[in-house]
Structures are given as C-alpha cells and as structure tokens.
C-alpha cells in the first residue's frame, strides 16, 4: 500500500474547536475556489440514476463542506427533492447550531454523534464522505467500504486530490510545500465567510492556522488511497451483487479533480 499512515492535527480531539473551525472555513473556501460542488452534484445524480434514494448522509461533515452548495445545486436541477443530512462523530454544537439556524431548504445536521464505520446504525440513504476518507486508517477504511456492501447501502466517497507523487519526492519538496500552503492559506482567509475576529488573530498575529493547515494539507497527499490501495481493501470481500467503481472525478469542462469511490447493490 502507497499510502502512509501520517498525522494531522485535525484528528486530534485536543485541537481547540476556534482552531478547527477555522481551518474547516479554509476547505470550505478551497472547494467554493475549486468548483467542487459541480463535482459533486453530478457524481451524486449519478449514483441516483443506479440506485434510488431521497436523502443524502453526509458523513464526517465538519463544517459542512461543499454539502451546502451541492444540496442548493441538486435540487434545483432534480424533480424530486433529496434531504441532505450532515453528520460527524464529534459534532461541533455550535457549527451545528449556526447551520441549522440557517433553515436551508431540504439540509439539516444531526446534533448527534454518527459512527461511519456501522451503516446498521447511520439513518436511511446514500452514505457521502467528502475530503475524509483519507483521514481513515486502513482497518477502519475497509470497514466502511464493508459494512456498506454487507448493508447493501450506497455509498460515495470523494477525494479532492490524488496520491501520485513518489514517496521520496514528496519528503524532498516538503519545505517549499509547506511554505506554498502557508502563503495560500494567508490569501484564502480573506474569502472566509464570516470572517471573524477569533480568525484573523490565529491566521496573522499568532498564525497557527496557516501552519497547521499547510501541515495537514501535506500530510494528507500522502494519506490520500490510491485506486490500487482501494482495490487492495474490498479484495477478501468483493462479489457480484455490489458494484464498485473507482475513477477520477471530472468537472463539468472535462478537467480532472480528485477521485470518486462509488458502490451500490446491484
């Protein structure tokens, strides 16, 4: 396996939640910066035109994500309505309240814990994990994939970026990384909305938002599965009556962006 099983700061339950939510703002201006909501939008009218569902469970949603922009964009373009419910295993109470009060139509994030491992216990509909499943380490990433094949669940996972870069070159350019990520990170706080103060002190005067965020950008190229990691994964479970896909996500011009696991009973 390709993959490496390093750290990042988000994953750790010690990490102040005013510095979470802020690095969680950065993803969410990098997918607006990106168009991944098209991305999106499109692979989850594809899993629909396969397998039928009216609600969509986002799974370690954070912030939320593109999931905001991707349940405005779905239901203007479907007939019939899909309810989007965003979920975490450690809720943020008061993101999740800040959405909520939001009342955007068919979203909703569920203020209780969500176990992403167990589809016996996740409500009813098409499992999504977006930009997370890399955060996974293997044993647990293969009872994911498992449990929604056992539980004849849909499921869609997509990554934003791909793991390609050989080992060796990646700890090679490490430093200009990390100096790049900082920089970005420094002009994409000006996009956060609502930009707060608590954001601003930890991005220019103490930064360590755009350090951490540069780290745990890094650090997630080399955690990110490659398509024969994950084929290596549903091996020892794999038969005829789930279909799995795996290949890269393309926007709307045809330009690749991240990848896409699919999987839905046959």
Known sequence: MKRIQ????????WLPDTIRTSLTNLIVVLHRLLGTA??????????????????VVDLGSGSGGAMLE??????????????????????????????NARQLPNLHYLKTSVNATDFEQTPEGLKTMVNS?????????????????????????????????PTILWWLLLPLSLVILIIMSLVMTL??????FKQLFFTYLIPIVPLIYAWDGQA???RTYTFDDIKFLIQDFENESYHWEIEKALKPNGKALGYYIMGYPK
Do not use: C, W
Not at 38 to 52: A, C, P, Y
Not at 71 to 95: G, R, S, Y
Not at 151 to 158: D, H
């Open 191 to 196: 996009f956060v909305r609502p930009l707060t």
């Open 70 to 99: 991707v349940a405005e964009q779905l239901n203007e373009e479907e007939k019939d309505a899909v309810d989007f419910l965003l979920t975490d295993l450690h809720p943020n109470a008061d993101l999740v309240q800040k959405i």
């Open 38 to 55: 098209d991305v999106i939008t499109s692979l989850i009218q594809k899993v629909r035109s396969n397998h039928e569902f009216s609600q």
């Open 133 to 165: 499943f890399h955060h996974m380490p293997p044993e647990t990433a293969k009872k994911i994939l498992k449990s929604a094949q056992d539980n004849r669940e849909a499921i869609l996972i997509y990554e934003i970026g791909e793991n390609f870069v």
């Open 6 to 13: 390093l750290f990042e700061f988000e994953d750790f339950n």
């Open 220 to 222: 997630s190229t080399m």
